[in-house]
């Protein structure tokens, strides 16, 4: 009886010795990103009685149990989240909420094609992390995606420590609308977009708001009319409102405005201005052809309507078309931002007057609410553009941009949703019985970002419609983790997916 005892005892022991050495050899091959991806822990399936929390919590809190007892180890790969789904026999949205949270608390991270890896014990919170919110993807901001390659940023890091080297002069008041080398850059990076104004027509702006503001003010008084799309960029409508002027929304299509209804506006209306955002439009991401672009400003030209052209995003498609400032430069004020085409915090624009005449009243405005740009942010957008950085950083936005753009396509159902290949963001119709409110309440419920259609509405009510971002600070493995979330929300009805939080 005694021996019996001691060779249980001995196979016990042996058993311990296997599973620790199997959770060392488990750890040390962890770096292995190939092996990882061809083992994942196909057995691990948590016991979701054993907790009376909502089950995707129980999901993240298992998780980190099995780590701590050594079931879980560094590098194993988790279940597909519709495979764990599938046996635990709970909807795929219960899963990948449990598997958000667990990154958010530190137990794991989504590599793009590869899957979910457990990464460790839970990080310390601490007051950075806690605002950080790592899990959290937040989808409602159109910003460009920020450049993670270490010979780019070390090159973005060199051309602010040149610019540095005249720091003091920079800190000094100057004169308004750049400098003759800011402006010579504006040319420069004016002309990728076959616009050749003369330089007494260029001004540097503290961003396209301001000079939007500015614009609007100089075009239009309070109760007056500007015309602009059914659907358009956000902030044009708070200018607008700011100014007490009435923003008119014209119907669109596939291709932008209706020129009739355009025309027949101008009659109607009285219109001191038309607002388009014609490249890549926010929120829809349409770009006006260029023989639409014809017809627009040839309808503005017969109703003498100047053209207010927010070209944010004319700059990312390498071969799009003319800008309406290089078809009907006498009628339009260009305004080219470098927020969306080299970094959002960078905040600097080029305004190309119609005239130069023109351009002593806006000059005046501006200087009134905002003295000058910032010699400092001007002085690196023009090092950038001078020494090939702008270039380069355009570049990398159009390739992640179209990489992002392609996990779109491949997780979300075929047809849900618009999108132009290098856009940064998409266009959701929702489906019924989706409503608007309903929809971003549920991507916010589990820390993901994005803006109803009502943002964007310039006239009449808003569409059951959300803008979803792709770009900023996310990474692709948080985007595919919120695309896969999004995708089986489009599959089902609201009904079921509320019903197994």
Known sequence: MVGAVIRATRRESRDRDKLRQTILDRSTHARDDDKQSDEPMADWIPDLTRSDKPRYLAIADLIGEDIRAGRLAVGDRLPPQRKLAARLDIDFTTVARGYVEAQKRGLVESRVGQGTFVTGAPRPKTRAASATRPGTVDLSMNLPPEPDDPALIERMQDGLAEVARDLVALLRYQGFGGTSADKDAASSW??????????????????????????????????????????????????????????????????????????AACRDMAPKALYLNPTLQNPTTLTIPEERREAIAKVARRFGVPIVEDDAYGFVP???????????????????????????????????????????????????????????????????????????????????????????????????FRADPLSFNLWIELPAPWTRSAFVGHMRSTGIGVVASDAFTATGPAIEAVRVCLGGPATRAQIRSALDFMAHALEESPEVVSSVM
């Open 190 to 263: 004016l002309g990728r977009r076959a616009l050749v104004p003369a330089q007494e027509r260029i001004f540097v702006t503290p961003g396209a708001h301001p000079a939007l503001l500015g614009i609007f003010g100089l075009l239009a008084r309070p109760g007056d009319t500007i015309l602009c799309e059914a659907i358009t960029y956000p902030g044009v409508r708070a200018i607008a409102a700011q100014l007490g002027i009435k923003l008119h929304g014209l119907p669109m299509d596939l291709d932008g405005i209706d020129p009739d209804a355009f025309a």
């Open 318 to 416: 390498p071969h799009g078309p003319p800008p309406l400032a290089a078809i009907a430069p006498d009628l339009t004020w260009h305004i080219a931002g470098l927020a969306k085409c080299i970094g959002a915090g960078l905040r600097a624009a080029y305004v190309v007057a119609p005239e130069a005449r023109a351009g002593y009243p806006f000059a005046s405005a501006l200087r009134t609410a905002n003295v000058m740009a910032s010699p400092l942010t001007t002085a690196l957008a023009t090092r950038w553009i001078e020494d090939g950085t702008a270039d380069t950083l355009l570049r990398f936005i159009r390739t992640e941009s179209a990489a992002r753009q392609a996990l779109a396509s491949e997780i979300l159902p075929a047809g849900s």
